[in-house]
């Protein structure tokens, strides 16, 4: 496999037996290589579902679902696991063996050399901000934010192509969740894996993901865009109602002020300063604040480099 | 060797041992320490051996069944009902039903004791084999784990400290009922006893020192359990630090 896989959903359809509604209704998805993809909305749309499809925890009834144009059936399923990283919400580290152990786990099933295990565990210990020293404990001995970074490591530890990630910060307190989903977005930059990512929270649907599936009751697709290009042009009622109704504020918050092009400045002038790297979201929020017309936005240096105006942001929308 | 080779099958030295054994005081150390080798030694070998051997049979029955429970969940009710079914019929009258067919002999006291520790060993190794999260089970296969080795690499261990648990209660259990084995074989810590609560005056030594092994016999194996779960569990005694 390569180091990240293409995803293709082909009208694949689920039911379970003794229910109307379908788990999941005729899905079709493309998921480029290396994309962050996030399949989100209400309970009951099939997300999770779907995402089980992928490593064949969930059969499914009709269509295909192929990993580089190979279809998922066609590989034996122990294999095709062990070729996909797994997260789950409560991540399901095992008990009886250590933070090094259940990050080796993998790795073992492989038949990797001790040496080759020891070392990739210590630089997945590093990767996802915890200490060498934590791989002698015990997960009994860690704190829900530490397990779930150990549950990372311990998928990422075979270097699988593909990671499969079920509401896996659903269950954190919401600072760990911020530091951890931001985490999760410059890991995803480093190691360049395709990501599927469940989640029911839109906010970190938009926060994570370079693309975005909603889905709806009886697994029917919503709509599958980018996150700005959903939050610009909802395809529906539904959509629209589920990203809510500040989507203007949501796409701003998408894009900083490196992405604005900024008003020229008059001369020394005393109003409030900014980073480049500012949400655009954010320096509307301190234009209201410091009731002002512009703010001044200095570069990395300090220099200032132009003015952000109410207008400017506009001219994103 | 038995106790009967001691010397007949009243207490051997009763009526011409110290005072304190022909006044029958409460506890008589001179005649502990006098039929250690004859007495009280044999019969702690023998209870010993009573119990190692039930529940060595009980496990090697127990354990099989509720692999095979676990794999079928099917069978885990009937196999539950009839261990406990067992376990309601009182040991003496177990023992006797079990004569017609095996007779006054060893076999007979130890289907006895495995029927009974069969009831403790096969609930508590089905227990442990269900005591893994689901979530942890979603984790094993979800990498890739084949059947059996989710049952080797995560069933199995953390099925580890309720099958000691249950290792635990049925040795001592055994340790008890198999003083009952009296009743039918001149075997055991039971025996003793029994010869004691023959005399026209129950000799109280006799009772108390016999007693007192099993008893000591059963805290003892409890204790060494206790020191193998620490030993092979060290994941469950370390807590959130």
Redesign the interface.
């Not at chain 1, 906010?203 to 959903?230: F, H, K, N, S």
């Given at each position: 496999m390569n180091a990240a896989a293409e995803i293709t959903f082909d009208h694949v359809t689920k039911r379970y037996a003794g229910r109307d509604a379908a788990a999941l209704d005729d899905l079709s998805l493309e998921i480029p290589a290396g994309a962050f993809c996030i399949l989100v909305g209400p309970s009951g749309g099939g997300k999770t579902t779907a995402l089980k499809m992928v490593?064949r925890?969930i059969p499914f009834d009709s269509g295909d679902i192929l990993i580089d144009g190979r279809s998922v059936r066609d590989i034996p399923?122990?294999?095709?696991?062990?070729e996909i990283g797994?997260v789950?919400?409560?991540?399901?580290?095992?008990?009886?063996?250590t933070v090094g152990e259940n990050i080796g786990?993998?790795p073992r099933?492989l038949g990797w050399p001790k040496a080759k295990i020891r070392a990739r565990c210590g630089e997945l210990i590093d990767l996802v901000g915890l200490e060498q020293s934590d791989l002698k404990?015990?997960p009994?001995?860690l704190s829900g934010g530490q397990r779930q970074r150990v549950?990372l490591a311990?998928a990422l530890a075979a270097d699988p192509p593909l990671l499969?990630m079920d509401e896996p910060f659903g269950a954190l307190d919401p600072i760990t969740r911020f530091r951890l989903q931001t985490e999760m977005r410059r890991l995803h930059r480093e190691v360049g894996k395709t990501v599927i990512f469940v989640t029911h929270d839109i906010d970190e649907a938009i926060q994570l993901g370079d693309r975005i599936a909603i889905l709806r009751e009886g697994g029917v697709l919503a709509q599958y865009d980018t996150p700005d290009a959903i939050l610009a042009q909802p395809a529906d009622d539904f959509v629209a109602k589920f990203i809510g109704e500040d989507r203007a504020l949501r796409r701003l918050a998408l894009k900083r002020l490196s992405d604005v092009k900024l008003s020229p400045t008059n001369g020394a002038d005393q109003q409030p300063r900014v980073s480049i790297e500012t949400t655009v979201r954010n320096a509307v929020s301190l234009l209201l604040e410091t009731k002002t017309d512009h703010l001044l936005v200095e570069d990395d240096n300090g220099q200032v480099v132009g003015a952000f105006r109410f207008s400017d942001a506009g001219a994103l929308l | 060797m038995s106790v009967l080779a001691a010397g007949g099958p009243v207490i051997p030295t009763f009526g011409k041992g110290s005072s304190c054994v022909t006044g029958d005081h409460t506890f008589c150390w001179d005649w502990v320490r006098g039929h250690w080798h004859d007495t009280l030694g044999p019969a702690l070998v023998q209870h010993i051996e009573l119990t190692a051997i039930a529940v060595a049979i009980g496990f090697a029955i127990a354990f099989p069944l509720a692999l095979l429970a676990h794999r079928f969940q099917r069978l885990e009710q009937p196999f539950g009902i009839f261990s406990a079914l067992l376990y309601t019929i009182p040991s003496l009258a177990l023992f006797q039903f079990l004569v017609p067919f095996t007779g006054l002999t060893v076999t007979t006291v130890e289907v006895a004791l495995v029927a009974y520790t069969l009831v403790i060993l096969f609930p508590n190794i089905t227990a442990g084999l269900h005591s893994p999260p689901e979530e942890v089970l979603e984790a094993a296969r979800g990498m890739g784990l084949t059947r059996l080795q989710v049952l080797m690499r995560v069933e199995l261990p953390l099925a580890t400290p309720a099958i000691i648990g249950g290792l635990r209660i049925a040795v001592v259990s055994t340790v008890a009922i198999a003083t009952i084995a009296a009743f039918l074989l001149p075997k055991g810590l039971g025996y003793p006893i029994f010869l004691a609560l023959k005399e026209p005056t129950p000799f109280k030594t006799e009772i108390y020192s016999a007693g007192a092994l099993a008893v000591a016999l059963a805290l003892s194996c409890d204790a060494a359990l206790v020191g193998l779960r620490r030993l092979v569990v060290p994941w469950a005694s370390k807590g959130v630090a």
């Amino acid at each position: 496999m390569n180091a990240a896989a293409e995803i293709t959903f082909d009208h694949v359809t689920k039911r379970y037996a003794g229910r109307d509604a379908a788990a999941l209704d005729d899905l079709s998805l493309e998921i480029p290589a290396g994309a962050f993809c996030i399949l989100v909305g209400p309970s009951g749309g099939g997300k999770t579902t779907a995402l089980k499809m992928v490593n064949r925890l969930i059969p499914f009834d009709s269509g295909d679902i192929l990993i580089d144009g190979r279809s998922v059936r066609d590989i034996p399923v122990v294999e095709l696991r062990r070729e996909i990283g797994y997260v789950i919400q409560q991540v399901g580290l095992f008990p009886h063996m250590t933070v090094g152990e259940n990050i080796g786990t993998v790795p073992r099933l492989l038949g990797w050399p001790k040496a080759k295990i020891r070392a990739r565990c210590g630089e997945l210990i590093d990767l996802v901000g915890l200490e060498q020293s934590d791989l002698k404990r015990y997960p009994a001995q860690l704190s829900g934010g530490q397990r779930q970074r150990v549950g990372l490591a311990r998928a990422l530890a075979a270097d699988p192509p593909l990671l499969l990630m079920d509401e896996p910060f659903g269950a954190l307190d919401p600072i760990t969740r911020f530091r951890l989903q931001t985490e999760m977005r410059r890991l995803h930059r480093e190691v360049g894996k395709t990501v599927i990512f469940v989640t029911h929270d839109i906010d970190e649907a938009i926060q994570l993901g370079d693309r975005i599936a909603i889905l709806r009751e009886g697994g029917v697709l919503a709509q599958y865009d980018t996150p700005d290009a959903i939050l610009a042009q909802p395809a529906d009622d539904f959509v629209a109602k589920f990203i809510g109704e500040d989507r203007a504020l949501r796409r701003l918050a998408l894009k900083r002020l490196s992405d604005v092009k900024l008003s020229p400045t008059n001369g020394a002038d005393q109003q409030p300063r900014v980073s480049i790297e500012t949400t655009v979201r954010n320096a509307v929020s301190l234009l209201l604040e410091t009731k002002t017309d512009h703010l001044l936005v200095e570069d990395d240096n300090g220099q200032v480099v132009g003015a952000f105006r109410f207008s400017d942001a506009g001219a994103l929308l | 060797m038995s106790v009967l080779a001691a010397g007949g099958p009243v207490i051997p030295t009763f009526g011409k041992g110290s005072s304190c054994v022909t006044g029958d005081h409460t506890f008589c150390w001179d005649w502990v320490r006098g039929h250690w080798h004859d007495t009280l030694g044999p019969a702690l070998v023998q209870h010993i051996e009573l119990t190692a051997i039930a529940v060595a049979i009980g496990f090697a029955i127990a354990f099989p069944l509720a692999l095979l429970a676990h794999r079928f969940q099917r069978l885990e009710q009937p196999f539950g009902i009839f261990s406990a079914l067992l376990y309601t019929i009182p040991s003496l009258a177990l023992f006797q039903f079990l004569v017609p067919f095996t007779g006054l002999t060893v076999t007979t006291v130890e289907v006895a004791l495995v029927a009974y520790t069969l009831v403790i060993l096969f609930p508590n190794i089905t227990a442990g084999l269900h005591s893994p999260p689901e979530e942890v089970l979603e984790a094993a296969r979800g990498m890739g784990l084949t059947r059996l080795q989710v049952l080797m690499r995560v069933e199995l261990p953390l099925a580890t400290p309720a099958i000691i648990g249950g290792l635990r209660i049925a040795v001592v259990s055994t340790v008890a009922i198999a003083t009952i084995a009296a009743f039918l074989l001149p075997k055991g810590l039971g025996y003793p006893i029994f010869l004691a609560l023959k005399e026209p005056t129950p000799f109280k030594t006799e009772i108390y020192s016999a007693g007192a092994l099993a008893v000591a016999l059963a805290l003892s194996c409890d204790a060494a359990l206790v020191g193998l779960r620490r030993l092979v569990v060290p994941w469950a005694s370390k807590g959130v630090a």
